[in-house]
């Protein structure tokens, strides 16, 4: 209050600046811009401060307003809103229609090349994923029937499923009679064929073994080396 005081006496004696005897009426267009010079000489701080204070009242108030407002009544456009505050809104379950597209899509994702019949009527589907662990001694090749063919893939599948067939530069490995997609009757061959390898294997240590719906292929290699990826070209 006391600088606010202060201000108000510098601009009480603003208006008391010396005319030279006339009249405002009187003034010309050169007496009132001098007049305008020499106050905003004398009292230009005193403006300034006034200026300042009345616009931090204002941001002031309007913070205050703001923290009034949200939560209670909806924000104008483009102000920035807390999402603690901001209202969720509610996700709208999926009838069975959709969620039968999405597994269906899910599903072509894992396997999108189509079986392929031979003359003797058999269906060759292609395993397309697959992962690949690396030692000095052994590549192994892994296969997760529920990922890498379809989700249920693994109650499909035993040991008499399982042909593996190995020379030095290629590998193929055979899933007997699995079907071509869950809940689907047709029945085909899944194979990964790897051809040339990366280097040479010794085909007669070639092991393998179905566990927990994973399918492990171990290759021997002909020379203790380090491969950095399972195919040469």
């Given amino acids: 209050s006391t600088a606010a005081s202060g201000l108000g006496e510098q601009f009480s004696t603003a208006t008391m600046f010396d005319l030279g005897g006339k009249k405002l009426k009187d003034m010309s267009e ?5 007049y305008a010079a020499s106050f905003l000489e004398q009292h230009g701080a005193a403006s300034s401060m ?3 204070s009345a616009l931090d009242n204002d941001v002031d108030e309007a913070r205050q307003g703001i923290v ?5 009544e909806p924000h104008p456009p483009g102000m920035a809103v807390d999402p603690a505050i901001e209202p969720k809104v509610p996700e709208v379950p999926l009838d069975a229609e959709a969620n039968a597209r999405l597994a269906a899509l899910a599903e072509l994702d894992r396997s999108q090349m189509p079986a392929i019949s031979y003359g003797d009527g058999v ?22 029937l529920d990922k890498d063919l379809w989700n249920g893939a693994s109650d499909c599948v035993t040991d008499a499923s399982v042909d593996v067939a190995c020379r030095e530069s290629e590998v193929t490995i055979t899933l007997q009679g699995v079907p071509t997609a869950r809940a689907a009757s047709t029945l085909a061959n899944w194979r990964l064929h790897l051809a040339p390898m990366f280097h040479s294997v010794v085909p007669e240590l070639t092991s393998w073994r179905l566990r927990n719906g994973k399918v492990s292929i171990k290759l021997k290699k002909k020379k203790a080396q380090d491969w950095r990826k399972v195919l040469k070209y």
């Fill in 30 to 34: 050169e007496d009132i811009r001098a």
């Fill in 50 to 52: 006034v200026n300042k």
């Fill in 68 to 72: 009034a407002q949200v939560g209670n």
């Fill in 123 to 144: 269906l060759l589907k292609t395993i397309e994923h697959y992962t690949f662990a690396d030692t000095a001694e052994v590549a192994t090749i892994y296969i997760e």
